[in-house]
């Protein structure tokens, strides 16, 4: 296995006003992002992760059952088995962040993982859930209407070109889950996300790369672009990146523009940097027991 590996994010705006049906939201996003993937691939990308919920609009402004119906199984729903189809045809591995449907009416903010080969390796559900109010029209981050809090733990993928771990978007205000995907392997972690200008943008290019250096690993996070209608309660300010373990940015996307962003990842830095920062050497578990028996 080489030790660079290429990487590749997809950034893009949602065209569809959110009072169409769901199904022409789905089959919109599903044929755009079906495009940006094959872009990706033809640009060498070998590990390739798209936005939080990327088929749809980031519906969790309101609160209104229709979207329920958006929800599918994993990995037995169609989105999932396509993307398989997919990933096997390019050869390469897919973050597939989708909104999951469990048995009749439990519902997660997932992301499965595909092999290159189009294997379904497992999935990974956002653990942290807001619930938050933007401005003052009534719109916010409204997401306990839709998700139950990921009952999976953090795992690791052992895909065909690296260890992968996976954190969802709000997720990333929370360094114990990024630490125990390093504790478990992780060499990058990705963070499909939807976030807004006004509210987030300030931490955006400050926490990951702090979770990058405290880890040793590479980060990976995503955001969409754009307004939204009919809400339009913020910008998607974009700006996806790469990170290094060493807090640099290997690569950056437009603020407003559709895009696929590549970047390498080069296992010999995370090798590097693990020796001489020994972070997980000297930490002291032992002693964080305080953490989970102290309450708010």
């Given amino acids: 296995m080489s030790d660079k590996v290429k990487i590749g994010l997809i950034q893009a705006s949602h065209d569809v006003d959110g009072s169409e049906p769901v199904e022409v939201h789905k089959e919109e996003s599903i044929k755009k ?29 309101e609160q209104n059952p229709k ?6 199984e994993i990995p037995n729903g169609p989105t999932t088995k396509r993307f398989q189809d997919l990933a096997k045809e390019l050869n390469v591995v897919i973050v597939l962040p989708i909104y999951e449907r469990e048995g009749i009416a439990t519902y997660y903010n997932t992301a499965a993982v595909i092999d290159a080969d189009g294997s379904y390796l497992g999935k990974y559900r956002k653990q942290h859930i807001p619930h938050v109010a933007v401005g003052t029209e ?26 992968v771990g996976v954190y969802i978007c709000y997720d990333r205000h929370f360094p114990e ?3 125990l995907l390093g504790l478990k392997g992780a060499e990058v972690v990705f963070n499909p996300s939807a976030t807004v200008a006004g509210l987030s943008e300030y931490l955006w290019k400050l926490e990951q790369p702090a979770h990058a250096v405290a880890n040793g690993y590479y980060l990976g996070a995503i955001n969409r672009v754009g307004y939204e209608g009919p809400w339009k309660m ?15 940015f290997v690569s950056i996307g437009s603020r407003d523009k559709d895009e696929v962003i590549i970047g390498e990842m080069d296992k010999k830095m995370i090798r590097e940097v693990r020796d001489t920062w020994q972070f997980y050497r000297d930490r002291r578990p032992e002693t964080y027991n305080e953490m989970t028996a102290l309450l708010p």
């Fill in 138 to 163: 009534g719109y916010g981050f409204w997401e306990k209407y839709y998700f139950k809090p990921g009952n999976l733990g953090y795992p690791v993928f052992d895909t065909a070109y690296a260890k």
């Fill in 234 to 248: 913020g910008e998607f300010y974009g700006q996806s990146y790469l990170v290094d373990p060493r807090g640099g």
């Fill in 177 to 179: 889950g990024a630490r």
């Fill in 67 to 72: 979207w329920y119906d958006s929800a599918e």
């Fill in 33 to 61: 992002h079906i495009q940006l993937v094959r872009d990706a691939a033809k640009k060498g990308a070998q590990i390739i992760c798209l936005q939080e919920i990327f088929y749809g609009p980031y519906f969790c402004s």
